[in-house]
């Protein structure tokens, strides 16, 4: 229920990215190592395996299964296991896969230049995807913080899974994410949604059951208790994201790119040349290739603005126009009607120089919501 009604959530279920495919595999293979490892269910090891195999073929990440699966086997403690046949094939056969999707590169084959690699410690901002989490679940650390004391007095081994392996993804993440773009949680987040809602669900039965009661019975842990509480209502007062309409689409920007596209295509004569910022987009709304893709290789190092290479080209057939000469030079030798479209990223995807030649050689045309279609007649 939480998940359905979450706008992170529905950003990813919208895109027909790995990020979705991943995110699943990834819960499943979490779900059926707690039913594998604590509560030790019959049969629940082929679904383990099964699903373990599809996070490693959907996306690198998957690797954060591995501390997860270990930290299953420490709260289920069947030790057992490691001297099972079924079980060492399972870990061999993982090993194998992971490492033929995951690290060996042959000789011949084809390496995505585009792609970014993890890096260790490479985050400027190490609480970002503590950031994210909190950004788009109102109340959700707060309740984090509440679940630490019915973790305490229940003990349920299951629930600690859950808690302590979202808990340890946000910090493996600060540690070896790419970057602190929201995606990279994607897999993680269903795990802090069930740490939320299971602390949500115990914290109302138990004040239920109170005013059912009566509060005359003994608290357990009062001094957990009480310590628990003034760590959860400091952070609700002073940190806490109360904005619930971000967790309803508030936090996120849904542009709607199909109105600018539609006019081009409305307008559009065969010969007429078609310049994108987003070229698989534009393809996807146009119904047809675009023609060049525009962009710029910004320099973080060097603070300036740079041509692609020519590997990194490989891995978009789009032609580039990726240096404001090869603009202005497209321009003067073909003389057919040229439409360009872009959106908000244009204020950082291309140089000053770039954007100067784009509003001195193109007529804007169309404008909404940060979309933008601009011609050469």
Known sequence: MFLGFSAFENLYASMARFYLPFQFFFVVAVYWAGEYFIVRRPGAGMWLLLATLGAIGTHEFAFELLPVFVLALLLGGHWRLLGQRPFQLGVLLVALVGYALLVYRPATGFTNPVAIPLEMFGLPDKAAFYQWFRQTTPFGVTLLLLGIYPLRQNRHRLWAFYFLGFLYGLLLLT????GDNPRYLSNLYPLGIVAVAASLVWWGGWIVARLWRGWREAIPDPWVLGAVLVLAVGYLAGLENRDVAKAFGGYYRFVDQR???EFIRNRLLPGDLVISTEPGLSAFYLGR??????REKYDAEADRYLPFSVEE??????????RPERLVELLETDQRRIWLYTNW????????????????????????????????P
């Open 175 to 178: 540690v070896v994410a790419p």
């Open 313 to 322: 080209k490989t891995a978009i057939r789009t032609p580039f126009i990726d």
């Open 259 to 261: 109105p600018a596209h």
């Open 289 to 294: 290739p675009v023609d060049y893709f525009l």
């Open 345 to 376: 990223k244009i204020t950082s995807t291309v140089s000053v120089a770039m954007d100067e030649a784009i509003k001195r050689l193109f007529q804007p045309r169309f404008s909404r919501n940060e979309t933008y279609v601009l011609i050469r």
